[in-house]
C-alpha cells in the first residue's frame, strides 16, 4: 500500500492530514499501520499538537495510547498544551494535563507560561484548569512581565479575578518597573484598577 510516512516538502505525513481533518477513524487505521505519532513537519508540528489545535479528544486519546510523546515543541517552544490554551480548548486542556503534561511550560521566544498564553488570548475556563492543576499564577515571561500584568494592561477583569483568586501579586513590578496596578491606570481601566486596590499590598514598592 502507500507509503505511511510519506511526506510532501514540508514534511506533512498522512497522519497530520487526517488529525487536522478531524478523522479518527483514518487516525486510528494510520496508527495501526505504523504510522508514527511524534512526526514533526518542518515547522515542528506534531499530530498531537494539530489534535490540540482543533480541540479533539479522541484523536489525543488515540495519540496518547499510541505512546505519544506529550512534551514534544516546536523551535519556539509551543507544545500540545500550550496550543490546546491559546485555542480555548477546554477538554484538551484537561486531558494533557490529566495525561501528565506539566501546567508550568513556558514557551522560547517570549519564555511565556500557559497562564501568560491563556491570559493573552481571553480564555477563562482555560486559565482556572491551568491554575486548578498547579499552573504558577506569578511566573514572568523574559519582559518581567506577569499574567496579572497582561491582563490588566488589557483591562480583562473576569481574568484579573481569577489571577487574584490564586494569589497574583498585583504589586509585582515588570523590566520598565511598572506594577499591574500601573498598567491599568494608564490604559483607564478604572474596573480592573478597582479590583486590584482593594488587595492588600503583600509586597509593596520600597
Known amino acids: 500500500g502507500a507509503p505511511i510516512e510519506s511526506i510532501d516538502r514540508s514534511g506533512v505525513t498522512p497522519l497530520h492530514v487526517a488529525t487536522r ?8 487505521l494510520l496508527l495501526d499501520a505504523g504510522a508514527d505519532p511524534n512526526t514533526q513537519d518542518q515547522a515542528g ?6 489534535a490540540a489545535q482543533i480541540g479533539s479528544v479522541a484523536i489525543l486519546q488515540q ?20 496550543w490546546a490554551t ?14 501528565g503534561a506539566s501546567p508550568e511550560h513556558a514557551d522560547r521566544s517570549q519564555g511565556r507560561t500557559l497562564v501568560h498564553h491563556a491570559v493573552e488570548m481571553a480564555h477563562p475556563e482555560v486559565l482556572v484548569t491551568l491554575l486548578k492543576a498547579g499552573a504558577t499564577s506569578d511566573r514572568t515571561d523574559y519582559w518581567l512581565n506577569t499574567p496579572l500584568q ?19 501579586d498585583p504589586y509585582q513590578v515588570n523590566a520598565d518597573g511598572l506594577t499591574a496596578v500601573e ?12 479590583q486590584l486596590l482593594r488587595q492588600p499590598p503583600t509586597h509593596p514598592r520600597a
Do not use: C, K
Open 183 to 194: 498598567l491599568a491606570a494608564r490604559q483607564g481601566h478604572l474596573a480592573v484598577l478597582r
Open 21 to 28: 481533518a478531524g478523522d479518527a477513524s483514518l487516525v486510528q
Open 63 to 82: 495519540l496518547h495510547a499510541a505512546g505519544v510523546e506529550l512534551q514534544q515543541t516546536t523551535p519556539n517552544g509551543y507544545n500540545a498544551l500550550l
Open 45 to 50: 508540528i506534531t499530530a498531537l499538537m494539530l
Open 150 to 168: 497582561l491582563a490588566s494592561e488589557r483591562g480583562r477583569t473576569e481574568l484579573v479575578n481569577i489571577l487574584l483568586r490564586y494569589e497574583a
Open 86 to 99: 491559546r485555542q480555548g480548548r477546554s477538554e484538551a486542556v484537561r486531558f494533557l494535563l490529566e495525561a
